[in-house]
C-alpha cells in the first residue's frame, strides 16, 4: 500500500518575509535606477527626447533608448507626457515615444533571462563604494546606478527561491495552474498587479521567477505578460491628469494602444504560445527558463509595436475623438519659435514669440485662479494643477527667454530692439508671478496641513483682494497682446489701489490678531498678503513698458 506523502514543512515567518523583502529591494533598486540615470544624464535625456522626435519612427527608437536607460516604461511615460503638457511635443510624436517604451522595457526580462542575478551582490557593493567614498557627485550617481542595478536582481533572486519552495503546495501549485486552464484569469491579474505596483518590469520579474519553478504552465505566463502592458497604463492616465487635452489624447492612445496588442494576441495566444516554444528550443535551448517569458514579452511588444507604427494615423485620429478640444483649451506651440526666422525675418520671430508669450500669461493666470481657489478649499487638485503649471510656466520662460536672445544677436533696428527687450521683461514678470502663486499654494498647503481657518472677515477680505488683483493680471495679459495703452494706463492706477488694500488689510489683521484670532496661529498671513501685493507690482512692470515704447533706445537713456 502506498503511504501518503506529507506535506512539505515550510517555515512561514520567513517565507513571507524573504517575499516581502525581496520584493522591497527589487522595486526601491527599480526607482533607485531610475532616478540615479536621471540625475547621471541632467536634462539631456529630455533635450534629445525633445529634438531628436520629428518622425514616428525616431520617437520609437528615443522611446526604446531612454527606456533601456532608466529601466522603466513608467517614467518614459510619465516624461513625454510631460513634454507634451509642456507644448514641447507634439501628440503625434508623443506616440513614437510611447511605442518605443514598450519595446526597451523588454530589456529588463531579457537581462533576468541570462541570470545575471549571479553577480548582484558584487555590484550592489561597488554601488556602495561608489556612493560613500567616490570624490565627486557624478561618481557617486554612477554608484546609484549599480547599486540600483545590483538590487534589481538580488531581490528577485531572493523571491525566486522562496517561490520555488511554494510551489511544493498543492494549494499554491492548483492557483498556478488554473492560470493555465483559464487564460482571461491571467490577462486580468496581470493588468491589476501591474497597475498597483506600477511597473510592468517588475511584474513579469517575479512572473519569470514564477514560471521558473515549473508549476506555472506557459500559456498562463503569456496571459499575464498581456495583462501586464494593460496594466503600465495607468501611469500615462494618472500623469495627464489636470493636463492639457494634448497629454490627455496622449494617454488615451497609450491605452488604446496597449489594449488593441492585448486583444489582439489573446485571441491568438495558443499559436503565439508554441511559437515561443519553438523559438525557445530552436535557439535558446539549454537557456534558463525565465528566457522562455522574456521571448514572449519581447516578441509580443514588438509585434505590436510593429502594428500600430502603421496605424498611428488612426490612433491620433481615434484619440481626438475620445478626448475633444474643449473651449477655454490653452495650446503651447513652442514649435512656432523656428531658428529660421532669425536671420531671415527677425521682427516675424519677434512676433512669434509675443504669440508664446501671451499663451505664458494666460497659463499665469490660470494658475493665479487655482491658487485663489486652494486658499479657500482644501482640494489637491487644485494644489497639483498648480504644481503641473508652474513647471509648464518655466519650462517656456527657458525657451522663449533663450529665443529672444538668440534674437537680439540679429541685427535689430531701434524699434525691435526695444521690443525685443520688452519681451524679455515680460517673460521674466510673468514667470516671477507665477513664483509668487506657488509660494500662495505653499502657504495654504501649510495651513491646510495644521487645520489653520481664517476668520470671516479676514477670509472676505482676501476673497476682495484676490478678485480685484486677478482683474489687473487678466486686464495686464489683455493690454499685453492688444498692445492697448489705455489699459495700461488703467493697470498703473490700479495697482497703487492693491498697494492701498493690502495695507488695510495688515492693519486688519494685526488687529485680530491682538485678539487672539486662529489665523495668527502661524506667521505666514503677513507674507501671504506680500506675495499677493507683489503680483500687482509686477503687473504694474508689464503695463509700464507697454507704455514706454523708446525706454530701451540708447538715447533715450538719461546720462
Known amino acids: 500500500m502506498d503511504l501518503p506523502l506529507s506535506a512539505p514543512i515550510i517555515n512561514w515567518m520567513e517565507t513571507v518575509f524573504l517575499i516581502v523583502g525581496g520584493l522591497g529591494i527589487f522595486l526601491y533598486g527599480i526607482h533607485k535606477l531610475g532616478d540615479s540615470l536621471k540625475l547621471l544624464a541632467g536634462t539631456r535625456l529630455k533635450k534629445m527626447i525633445e529634438k531628436t522626435t520629428s518622425t514616428p519612427l525616431r520617437g520609437i527608437l528615443v522611446g526604446a533608448l531612454v527606456t533601456v536607460l532608466l529601466q522603466t516604461s513608467t517614467g518614459t511615460t510619465a516624461l513625454t507626457v510631460s513634454l507634451v503638457r509642456a507644448g514641447l511635443m507634439s501628440f503625434p510624436q508623443a506616440l513614437g515615444i510611447i511605442l518605443g517604451a514598450n519595446l526597451g522595457t523588454t530589456s529588463t ?22 556612493i560613500l567614498f567616490a570624490p565627486s557627485k557624478r561618481f557617486k550617481r554612477l554608484g546609484g546606478v549599480f547599486l540600483g542595478f545590483g538590487m534589481i536582481f538580488y ?30 484569469l491571467g490577462v486580468v491579474t496581470g493588468a491589476l498587479l501591474t497597475a498597483l505596483v506600477q511597473s510592468s518590469s517588475a511584474v513579469i520579474g517575479i512572473l519569470q521567477q514564477l514560471y521558473t519553478t515549473g508549476a506555472m504552465p506557459l500559456i498562463g505566463a503569456v496571459a499575464i505578460v498581456f495583462g501586464s502592458n494593460i496594466g503600465t497604463t495607468i501611469t500615462a492616465i494618472i500623469a495627464s491628469l489636470g493636463g492639457s487635452t494634448a497629454a490627455k489624447r496622449t494617454a488615451a492612445a497609450h491605452v488604446m494602444f496597449n489594449v488593441f ?11 503565439y504560445t508554441r511559437f515561443i516554444l519553438l523559438l525557445q528550443d530552436t535557439f535558446f535551448d539549454g537557456r534558463p527558463a525565465a528566457m522562455t517569458v522574456s521571448l514572449a514579452h519581447i516578441f509580443f511588444n514588438l509585434a505590436t509595436t510593429i502594428v500600430m507604427f502603421w496605424l498611428i494615423k488612426y490612433l491620433v485620429m481615434a484619440s481626438e475623438k475620445i478626448v475633444p478640444a474643449k473651449p477655454g483649451d490653452i495650446v503651447v506651440n513652442v514649435e512656432s519659435l523656428q531658428e529660421g526666422l532669425i536671420k531671415k525675418s527677425p521682427v516675424l520671430a519677434l512676433e512669434n514669440a509675443k504669440r508664446v508669450i501671451s499663451t505664458m500669461g494666460d497659463i499665469v493666470e490660470r494658475m493665479y485662479v487655482s491658487a485663489a481657489d486652494y486658499s479657500f478649499a482644501n482640494n ?19 525657451k522663449v527667454h533663450d529665443y529672444l536672445v538668440r534674437v537680439s544677436r540679429s541685427h535689430l533696428d531701434d524699434d525691435a530692439a526695444s521690443e525685443q527687450a520688452r519681451y524679455v521683461d515680460t517673460i521674466r514678470d510673468f514667470e516671477r508671478i507665477a513664483d509668487h502663486c506657488q509660494n500662495l499654494f505653499d502657504f495654504f498647503e501649510h495651513r491646510h496641513d495644521n487645520k489653520l481657518t481664517l476668520s470671516d472677515e479676514a477670509e472676505a477680505e482676501l476673497v476682495k483682494l484676490y478678485a480685484f488683483v ?8 489683455t493690454s499685453f497682446k492688444k498692445d492697448d495703452k489705455d489699459l495700461a494706463e488703467k493697470i498703473i492706477t490700479r495697482e497703487e489701489a492693491i498697494d492701498e488694500m493690502v495695507r488695510r488689510n495688515r492693519r486688519s489683521h494685526v488687529q485680530r490678531c491682538n485678539i487672539g484670532d486662529t489665523e495668527c496661529d502661524d506667521e505666514l498671513f503677513v507674507d501671504i498678503l506680500s506675495n499677493i501685493e507683489r503680483i500687482g ?22 546720462p
Request: hydrophobic share 45%.
Open 109 to 130: 526580462s531579457f537581462l533576468i533571462g541570462l541570470e545575471i542575478h549571479r553577480y548582484a551582490l558584487p555590484v550592489i557593493g561597488l554601488g556602495s563604494l561608489f
Open 155 to 184: 531581490g528577485l533572486d531572493l523571491m525566486g527561491g522562496t517561490l520555488s519552495s511554494l510551489t511544493e503546495l498543492e494549494v499554491f501549485r492548483n492557483v498556478l495552474e488554473s492560470v493555465g486552464d483559464t487564460p482571461l
Open 261 to 271: 496588442g492585448a486583444v489582439l494576441f489573446f485571441i491568438l495566444i495558443i499559436p
Open 380 to 398: 489637491r487638485r487644485y494644489l497639483e494643477e498648480g504644481r503641473s503649471l508652474e513647471e509648464l510656466i518655466d519650462t517656456i520662460d527657458l
Open 470 to 477: 486677478g482683474e489687473t493680471l487678466k486686464m495686464t495679459i
Open 537 to 558: 507690482d509686477h503687473c504694474e512692470n508689464i503695463a509700464t513698458n507697454i507704455l514706454h515704447e523708446n525706454y530701451y533706445r540708447p538715447e533715450a537713456v538719461t
